[in-house]
């Protein structure tokens, strides 16, 4: 089992960035895809993006395909979402994860979740 904790998130006005940050308390990461997901009020928990921890390879949801950008640092055991262009259908609680393939992440199927963070985008 792996622990993950988020930090950032907060509040911005559309067309601003903001970085996103998961800590891993596992000291290998090896078999593991880590990545996030969002749930905005009222809506269900959508796939936003993820990356092996091995290769690094990204995917990316439509909605967010080149304004977000993923990346991890397996040295130091930090994932980051860097998020910028924010727009409005952006707010929602962002939760960091981890699954053991990139199919079972996509479908929800995590091993782990982080507690979320709240990410608000102001007209």
């Known amino acids: 089992q792996v622990h993950l904790a988020e930090s950032g998130g907060g509040l911005v006005q559309a067309g601003g960035s903001l970085g996103l940050s998961c800590a891993a308390s596992t000291h290998t990461f090896s078999g593991f895809v880590m990545g996030w997901f969002r749930q905005a009020p009222g809506k269900e928990r959508e796939f936003v993006a993820a990356i092996t921890l091995s290769l690094g390879t990204a995917y990316y949801a439509d909605s967010v395909k080149g304004r977000f950008t993923i990346s991890r640092d397996s040295a130091k055991k930090t994932m980051n979402l860097q998020m910028n262009n924010l727009k409005l259908e952006d707010t929602a609680v962002y939760y960091c994860?981890?699954?053991?393939?990139?199919?079972?992440?996509?479908?929800?199927?995590?091993?782990?979740w982080g507690q979320g963070t709240q990410v608000t985008v102001s007209p």
């Open positions: 994860a981890a699954a053991i393939n990139v199919a079972n992440f996509q479908k929800g199927n995590m091993g782990s």
